[in-house]
């Protein structure tokens, strides 16, 4: 699939449910959101069908997030079948790690990854302020997990003025030991409620200068094609640092991917707000045919850039969705 700016799409991110056991604050008010019926999200069917056609139009690439996918009953045995798909070259996960760690062993048989699992800070009382939620340990369990099982693993970290912005040397130290991959992500507006931040945000370059200050010897590498981040290692250190400028948008001339919501709204843009409905399109009756010829057309149209899908949104609405709704 080739869109209107000549970037070839090949990776899809599928949002399994909207539901989950944080409520991080920048994602998500305390109360929640109102959480969609179960009848209305995409069964586990109709995400096979629907990879299965995206397969068939040249993606290759899955990543399965949420909400969070493990608290969405039977995600494991899904995971299976998807694997069994031919022509997936890689099957990735986005979870917050409270309820993965039993599953490592079968995440590795599957060949699943790379794991990003979300960590905002290394302090327990401090993950309870982000996340209103007291399940540190159990993350870091997944994280152990994960690396007993010589798994790659990105650990998300969103930055936030006043809430977590000592904790970015802490995790960029991790690498020193640990083979992961920090990624530090610039905070968006999708948390339910529109933007919380005013004057003062860490963007990419504050983040970066912020890193050198402590290691000066920070250098630069080389970013994978279709890479939403801007990658650097610390010389000695086992692990790297990718930072993604979520919010500043600097990435969208590679963009390779599509994003499917748990109710099906198919988005060409994180940005957008959702160009049509795979679910209403499979549950009229529409054949495979079909389906694979409203996904090209909305290719066709793609929005030049985040900053383009935005002022394209319905009635000109302001981003507000809890990014537990779209999958981030
Ligand atoms: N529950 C899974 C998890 O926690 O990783 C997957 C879904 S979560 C919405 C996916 C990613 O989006 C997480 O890394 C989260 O930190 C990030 N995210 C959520 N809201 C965000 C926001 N307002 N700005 C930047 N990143 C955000």
């Not at 045919?289 to 290719?299: K, R, T, W």
Request: aromatic share 8%; hydrophobic share 40%.
């Amino acid at each position: 699939m080739i869109d209107n700016h000549g970037r070839t799409v090949n990776y899809v991110r599928l949002a399994i449910t909207d539901r989950c056991n944080l409520r991080c604050f920048y994602c998500m008010p305390e109360a929640g959101i109102a959480f969609a019926e179960r009848s209305l999200l995409l069964t586990y069917e109709e995400m096979e069908r629907l990879v299965r056609v995206l397969v068939g139009l040249g993606v290759d690439k899955v990543r399965l997030t949420g909400g969070e996918p493990f608290v969405r009953r039977d995600f494991m045995p899904f995971l299976e079948r998807l694997a069994a798909i031919e022509g997936i070259r890689k099957i990735g996960l986005t979870t917050n790690g409270t309820l993965t760690a039993p599953h490592v062993p079968d995440l590795k048989r599957l060949g699943i990854g790379p794991v990003n699992l979300s960590l905002d800070t290394l302090h327990p009382r401090r993950f309870f302020e982000i996340t209103r939620r007291d399940e540190f340990t159990h993350v870091w369990s997944t994280l152990e997990a994960l690396m007993e099982h010589g798994m790659e693993v990105k650990i998300n970290m969103v930055v936030m003025q006043g809430r977590n912005e000592t904790d970015i040397l802490e995790m960029a130290a991790l690498t020193r030991h640990l083979p992961v991959s920090i990624r530090f992500i610039e905070e968006m507006p999708f948390n339910g409620e529109g933007q919380h931040y005013t004057a003062w945000r860490w963007d990419f370059v504050r983040i970066v200068e912020h890193l050198r200050s402590a290691y000066p010897q920070l250098t630069k590498l080389p970013d994978p094609p279709n890479s939403t981040a801007y990658h650097y290692a610390i010389p000695g250190h086992r692990g790297n640092i990718g930072i993604i400028a979520a919010y500043t948008r600097t990435f969208c001339g590679t963009c390779n991917r599509l994003r499917v919501t748990p109710q099906g709204l198919l988005k060409t843009c994180l940005y957008d707000s959702g160009i049509f409905n795979i679910r209403d399109l499979m549950r009229a009756g529409a054949s495979d045919a079909e389906l694979a010829d409203s996904i090209l057309e909305a290719v066709a149209h793609r929005a030049k850039d985040g900053h383009e899908a935005e002022a394209n949104r319905f009635a000109g609405l302001p981003v507000t969705e809890s990014m537990t709704t779209i999958g981030g």
